[in-house]
């Protein structure tokens, strides 16, 4: 069984900076990506960036020159680093990883962590 935990959510004043962090543990052969998405109050999921154990790096229009998402492979961790934030930026941000377990199985999977609330207000 594989879990993600995030942490690094709370409350920031418009224009402030959070970085948040989830990391993956269980039965994990390998990490091929690692993302974030999000969910504002009354609306759907987003997808906001995601990395590959080789560093290949994608963005979404809304945190895009905003945000910088890194991985520590050692440590199976992506990090998000957000500056500049907005109110519309309010949402609960989720992990997510793509996957192999470990043997036997080296399975593929599609992890979920439970989410941090980020709320940008002043």
């Known amino acids: 069984q594989v879990k993600l935990v995030e942490s690094g959510g709370g409350l920031v004043q418009p224009g402030g900076s959070l970085r948040l962090s989830c990391s993956a543990s269980?039965?994990?052969?390998?990490?091929?990506?690692m993302g974030w998405y999000r969910q504002a109050p009354g609306k759907q999921r987003e997808w906001v960036a995601d990395i590959t154990s080789a560093g290949g790096t994608r963005y979404a229009d809304s945190l895009k020159g905003r945000s910088t998402i890194s991985i520590d492979n050692a440590k199976n961790t992506v990090y998000l680093q957000m500056n500049g934030l907005k109110p519309e930026d309010t949402a609960v941000y989720y992990c997510n990883a793509d996957l192999s377990s470990g043997p036997p199985d080296l399975a593929p999977v599609d992890a979920w962590g439970q989410g941090t609330l980020v709320t940008v207000s002043s």
């Open positions: 269980g039965s994990i052969f390998k990490i091929y990506s």
